[in-house]
């Protein structure tokens, strides 16, 4: 259980969250929506511990985020920033292995071995593996760096618009993973900006306005054409598929 | 061991033991003593600044930067300066070897700390204002310490020029074991640390995912690099682009971002090359200190060469 409690953020003078509370629960896909500049990335920043917390109290699994010990956390969380830029220059295989290091290390073991073997496959990557990043498209780097964070085999996973380069075949396979991944007693927060992902996908919405929570609750409760209308600032029709909400918001 | 650090190590063995032999003379004892000296002050301070090269570019997440194009060694040599100025020249000479080296090594690697770590906390991303920055901080030091110089007396200011220029065959024979202990320490700190700098490579945020403590890594390299770059300071004076020869030789032969490899190479590297340079300077071509005009005048033509290929990161 990830707990938010009352925590705002502000740079410089700007605010950018205000008064987050919220919970987040395991065997369950949580997805951030809202407008641009909501405070989205800030909040899985902030739970992913990438930015010092200001004020307010995050805990993961009963684990505070500010005083829990970087090596622990990795162990309990793992989360994917929105650029996605390795500093060194490394093969498709490299990268991946890194997401064993805090199990292991730098001592791999076979067992490590193994789990990297595992993500690559389950990514489509194995026939990559030992490309550089840089010999790759924009969305097998990124599917890259989701194997990493799946190799790195924690029970809460923070991904930042893991949708943004993929094309619609690898975008609908990572949500559908994502949605298998929580079955086994893991929970997943996403920040999307594509809302259907959201509609077809997750157990639980929180829709992100102005740094505050504007709503949340499951896909049907959320994704209406009242509140998708204020947050949006635009109209929205909203249908439904196979028992999930279908949002029209291109029309 | 890997092949290619092997086959390194097999070269500076065979041009250590050239150097030390080749023609050697009939006062075989006092040559090979005073040859071993020397060959022994290259080594430490090929590996130092080959060392603290690959560390400092990891720190910095660029491939073009040298601890001395971002002002360390300038502000050793200011640090020097300050010594000679504030103790005069009979005070200088009266400080024991041994803990004036460990004092200057300690106040380095504070400073080095202090500044260079505000600075890459924060800007790291931004290589331009990172160059700027430690290229006006290098300015700053050298006009201080060219200030500092002007107004002592000339006595002093004899000590402190002999200091401040590069030259691979006056190594101070009383510093070397102080120097080579504490380099043989910055190297094998940074030899254990080398996964972790494997994941501080990846850059902030993917290490800190991975449950890297980024700040307190950061801080631990910058004080290896002031270490090693006072060590090597001391040893022959500031040399700019000498490291630069080095990590772009070690990359490009490793062709891996592994530490565990990139820091063994550029050590090795970094000793055969000067062992090698010398060896051709002194016996071959029968010239005394050109070794540091000509790996500066290589290697900023190497600098110049990654400039235009822009391969800033």
Request: glycine fraction near 10%; proline fraction near 3%; aromatic fraction near 6%.
């Amino acid at each position: 259980m990830i707990r938010i409690d009352n925590v705002s953020h502000r740079i410089g003078t700007a605010p950018i969250l205000q008064g987050i509370d919220l919970t987040l629960l395991p065997n369950s896909v949580t997805a951030l929506i809202g407008p641009n500049g909501a405070g989205k990335s800030t909040l899985l920043n902030l739970i992913g511990r990438l930015i010092p917390l200001q004020e307010g109290r995050i805990s993961v699994d009963g684990h505070d985020v500010t005083t829990t010990p970087s090596r622990q956390l990795a162990k309990v969380m793992a989360i994917l920033g929105q650029t996605h830029h390795a500093g060194s220059r490394l093969r498709v295989r490299e990268l991946v292995a890194f997401g064993r290091w805090p199990h292991h290390l730098g001592r791999p073991r076979p067992e490590d071995q193994a789990a990297v073997e595992a993500a690559l496959v389950q990514f489509d990557l194995a026939g990559l593996a030992e490309r550089f990043l840089d010999e790759v498209s924009g969305g097998q780097r990124q599917r890259a760096f989701l194997a990493m964070c799946i190799a790195q085999d924690t029970d809460w996973l923070l991904l930042d618009e893991p949708l943004n380069n993929l094309d619609m075949a690898h975008a609908r396979a990572l949500m559908a993973r994502l949605h298998g991944l929580r079955s086994a007693g893991r929970g997943i927060v996403v920040v999307v900006h594509e809302v259907n992902y959201a509609a077809a996908w997750a157990d639980h919405v929180v829709a992100l306005k102005g740094g505050r929570v504007v709503a949340e609750g499951t896909p049907h409760q959320v994704l209406t054409p009242e509140v998708l209308g204020q947050l949006y600032d635009m109209e929205i029709r909203v249908t439904e598929l196979d028992g999930r909400p279908l949002i029209l918001h291109h029309v | 061991m890997d092949r290619r650090v092997a086959a390194l190590a097999l070269v500076l063995l065979a041009a250590s033991a050239a150097y030390l032999l080749w023609g050697i003379g009939g006062n075989w004892r006092f040559v090979l003593g005073l040859r071993a000296g020397k060959l022994a002050g290259m080594l430490v301070v090929g590996a130092s600044i080959g060392v603290a090269t690959i560390l400092f570019q990891t720190v910095s997440q660029n491939r073009i930067l040298t601890p001395a194009i971002m002002g360390f060694d300038a502000l050793y040599v200011l640090l020097q300066t300050a010594l000679v100025a504030a103790l005069g020249v009979t005070g200088f000479a009266m400080l024991p070897v041994g803990t004036k080296f460990a004092a200057e090594v300690a106040v380095m690697a504070l400073a080095a700390m202090a500044l260079f770590g505000l600075l890459l906390g924060r800007g790291a991303q931004d290589v331009a204002r990172m160059i700027l920055t430690g290229v006006i901080l290098g300015i700053l030091f050298r006009s201080l310490a060219g200030f500092l110089a002007r107004v002592m007396d000339p006595n002093a200011f004899a000590i402190v020029q002999a200091e401040s220029f590069a030259s691979f065959s006056r190594i101070d024979g009383a510093l070397l074991p102080w120097a080579a202990g504490a380099a043989a320490l910055a190297v094998l700190a940074a030899f254990r640390l080398s996964s972790r700098l494997d994941v501080m490579a990846l850059g902030r945020p993917v290490a800190v995912s991975l449950g890297l403590r980024y700040e307190a890594m950061t801080f631990a390299t910058l004080a290896l690099v002031a270490v090693l770059v006072s060590v090597s300071t001391a040893l022959v004076g500031p040399v700019t682009f000498f490291g630069l020869i080095v990590s772009g030789l070690a990359h490009s032969l490793i062709a891996s971002a592994r530490h565990a490899l990139l820091l063994p190479a550029a050590a090795l590297i970094g000793g055969a090359i000067l062992v090698i340079g010398q060896l051709v300077f002194e016996r071959v071509l029968g010239l005394q200190s050109a070794l540091s005009v000509v790996v500066e005048f290589v290697g900023g033509l190497f600098f110049l060469w990654l400039l235009l290929k822009g391969r800033i990161r």
